[in-house]
């Protein structure tokens, strides 16, 4: 991986902060946030500004380019990545240690006096911008909203907005019409006398209406924004995206049923100048609900009187918790999913002694197979396929240029998943394929502890999952090794990998609590810069826990592992377990040789389930 | 215990509420929160004002009286003793229950249209005034600040403001003279281009100027404030305490050693007018500490460009990280205090049979008992002495009409410390003279799990406490048990046996990272309603932790006891032990038997000595 040279691209940037033709003022800082409109955090092609810009091309990451400097913050899953992508006109920030300044202390740091910073306020989200502008101030400079893009700006050849096929998905896929969705919606905002919600996430847009589109790649997501009024509905999206007869029909456009229920639609370009004429509309005591995750320019158009920001929105709460026709659905998204990882762990053993399979082949592989399987759509992210010293760059990409053969000798990661029509799956698994080090072993059983003691938590209803995140760290903490993330992501249905508001993590902010039918990674890792990576990642479902006791009636939960591809046992050291730990890894086994060793002999995969019998043997 | 009759209280207070010569206008709420002009969590009989108003005495809680309402908040700890002390005047507002609504919350539902919330600025701090205020203005109330406390006002025979004798401690005591303690706070300032820091925290003064007083019961603080400036020293402090030689000596009032070091003294009323004579002659840089928990009224004298809130001061974390000599103060406090507790447990197990032990005999005899051990100040808070259902009460103190006498068929619990003018302790041990039932013990021996889960824990340099909290619950947890307060809180060196910035809560507010030198508790517990409690308390000091690796060089932590007090094997079901735990367990007992054994041979103090070479026989 050879890093993008900038030198041409920041000089145009540093002339476009002070040309009046671009900007009404000079700004002596301009941010370039990772997402887009929606706040997304995998983002078309035409939104992929901050990469344009430095280079990196990770899913999380800020640039600020002043006139003299120009620095990225990224997180610890990163570090490694960013160095390789950028250019030494690029200073990198490793967020998460202790002597990284924030943004907002390095741009004090480095500002002359009295400084304007400039950032585009469509892609800032709102209580960033907040606090950024709050901390600014206070410092004399001040933050300001520069209406065109000037990435836009330098970008030759950005490529076009997306706007792909829509396809709606029926009752026995979401259990719930977008009709019965909109209803209860309406009972929330009704609860809290709310007579508007603006909605902007765009999984949120998608599981309201039941829609799915592919403007982003990996998540079956499309450009819309959507407000939901007491009795009216107002979808905004590429006008001739509804020239489709099956969306005309499943959003009854040319028959409501009933008035409350009919969808006007409008380009998604207007959804600026209609919530102006919404707002203008309100009655005094209208109040509207927006997240505080939206963007800042749509969110200064409510005024501060009608406005309701919230941390995260009904609609984000009703999505994670799953219903039960979507419980199914990820049941057998992941049976399908653990078909085709055990046809290609099978596959790897017999090929990789022949010296031809590359992180790059094995990953293309991996999606042959899966694209094998019922109501396949694509992957749910880009295939982590790492062998060796590249499974330390925790989101490693496998490039021609940094491509390694898969050996007996190393340490191979894949963290993969799809989205099937019934749901999305992601799942890693660390393995060898000669054997394993003695420290390899020390390691790997170190995160396997972490992951069991996770997955078989039992915790009181209304437990938030920053809570349980230590349990995934204590067995590596004891040795003095640890790892730079989360522990756990909500995971969508059919929809985004990585969804709000759940997750297991020391960050404890936007940590709703868990409930029966959340679902959520659990994923603890361990990295050797320059040698190999390990991580175990399960996607489980919350659900009740019975226990001897009931405390105040509060009732338990724990989890249920979702995905059922063998733990590679020659991986283990068993030594290092406790009995309840090897019960737990014969327990799963047993699960996954039951239920996927069913799945593979109805397709007649014979070689799979010979391999997933073989891995699945209990240990002592 | 009776409630008390608030009737006429209310009666008045409502008066005072729509009365012109109390009030500039009418207000339709009342707030009366628990603290005292240095939001002090003990607080000195005249500043009891919620506990005057509703009866309710416990060490946290918030009144607030409307005119048709009264409804009081508190924590878990005191669901029980709140429910006895409040009349049917008041409801309990069980905070940390999904139902319990937020004052805010509970006020916008009660309150007629615009109305007005007073508040006394001097007793709420700024950052819990600005969440209030900003709530309550979103629903079209207003928060006003009321300069004349409602509650003094009815209340005829409010006692006068403490003015005790103040104590100085030498070299010996604190490791560092308060000069080298200004000098160093002054380096803070100067790095971040501070020029005043303006310090209310009763417990940071003490400490930062080496002197104690007794104005506090159980906490050796006076009523003071002081300015640093980076070239001067204003202390507010009642004069007459300065007419003490010793103590102008110490201050070196009369003959100042440099100009930058000179103590001017100001009378403790003069504060208010002091700082804003100080905030007139600022320059336009120049900025001021001031802690975000200090009042609002002084706050809000410093203009909003020259005011840095922080959320916990430079001092709090000075402060907090004990110092050699302080280590060894507290090592040498919980030597002595452990002796009283010996002797303590050997009198009860003979004297229990013949019926004469009440729990207020127990806790004087063990008041008696440190009494007689060197340099003894006093209790550091109210004993805890509880029996059986008692013991259900978190902050129980045993008062004539509740009193129970201990026998051999109930828990005995006892939560108990002392200041030593070189430490600060507190110990909890639950314990049966008799026979516990398999489920007493069962719970004492999940309770012992999470108590060694946390005692035992090695985490990484920089982990906030916060992230242990759930090792303490994960064996409760595992049979549906739990307790509903946090697990450790920060004890100071002959200081608060509370204090910030650190300690070990599923909350996640004001929590410093943990670093060697940090002395918390580690008080997991489990109490059964009617029933019976349970707690295993130990005082314990953050150490460096050999690890076998070290990620990234970060180095670890874990924690040593300070508390060496028998842990009654009685009470333990071994079967539940994870060999690990034993080993803990017999490793713990031989430093007490060691460490306590010597010295209570030293003391000559034979049946204790027995007692405790009994008490801490291994287990297998």
Known sequence: MSPKITVELLRQLRQAMRNSKCITEPIQAYIVPSGDAHQSEYIAPCDCRREFISGFNGSAGTAIVTEQHAALWTDGRYFLQACQQMDNNWTLMKMGLKETPSQEDWLISVLPENSKVGVDPWIIAADQWKNMSKALSSAGHSLVAVQNNLIDAIWEDRPPRPSTKLISLGLKYTGLTWQDKITALRGKMAERKISWFVVTALDEIAWLFNLRGSDIEYNPVFFAYAFIGISSIKLFVDSKRLLDQAVRQHLELDSPSKPDLTV??????????????????????????????????????????????????????????????????????????????????????????????????????????????????????????????????????????????????????????????????????????????????????????????????????????????????????????????????????????????????????????????????????????????????????????????????????????????????KMINTDLLTQKERDWVNDYHTKCRETIGAELERQGRKEALDWLIRETQSIV
């Not at 759940?502 to 936007?510: E, L």
């Open 264 to 569: 006007q639609c409008f380009p998604y370009e207007s959804v600026f100048t209609e919530l102006e004429v919404v707002c203008a509309a309100l009655a005094p005591k209208d109040k509207m609900w927006i997240c505080d995750k939206a963007s800042c320019a749509l969110t200064q158009v409510i005024p501060k009187a009608h406005r309701s920001a919230i941390p995260y929105t009904p609609l984000c709460l009703a999505k994670a918790v799953k219903n039960p026709t979507e419980i199914h659905g990820m049941k057998m998204a992941h049976i399908k999913d653990a078909v085709a990882l055990c046809e290609l762990f099978a596959w790897l053993e017999k090929e990789i002694p022949k010296g031809t399979v590359t992180e790059i082949s094995a990953a293309d592989k991996a999606e042959e197979l899966r694209s094998q399987q019922k109501d396949f759509v694509g992957l749910s992210f880009p295939t982590i396929s790492s062998v060796g010293p590249n499974g330390a760059i925790i989101h490693y990409r496998p490039l021609p240029e940094t491509n390694r053969t898969l050996s007996l000798n190393e340490v191979y990661l894949i963290d993969s998943g799809a989205q099937y029509t019934d749901g999305t799956t992601d799942v890693t698994r660390t393995v060898h394929f000669g054997t394993p080090s003695d420290y390899e072993k020390e390691c790997f059983t170190n995160v396997l502890k972490g992951h069991i003691a996770v997955s078989a938590a039992v915790f009181p209803n209304g437990t938030k999952g920053h809570l349980l995140d230590s349990f995934a760290r204590a067995a590596l903490w004891d040795s003095g090794l640890d790892y730079l993330h989360g522990t756990g992501h909500g995971v969508g249905c059919f929809l985004n990998v990585h969804e709000g508001p759940c997750g297991i993590s020391y960050k404890t902010f936007a940590d709703e609590p868990l409930e029966a039918g959340m679902i959520v990674s659990d994923e603890p890792g361990y990295y050797e810069d320059g040698s190999f990576g390990i991580r175990l990642e399960n996607v489980v479902l919350v659900v009740p826990a019975k226990t001897r006791y009931n405390y105040r009636n509060r009732g338990s939960l724990t989890f249920e592992p979702l995905t059922l591809v063998p733990i590679q046992l």
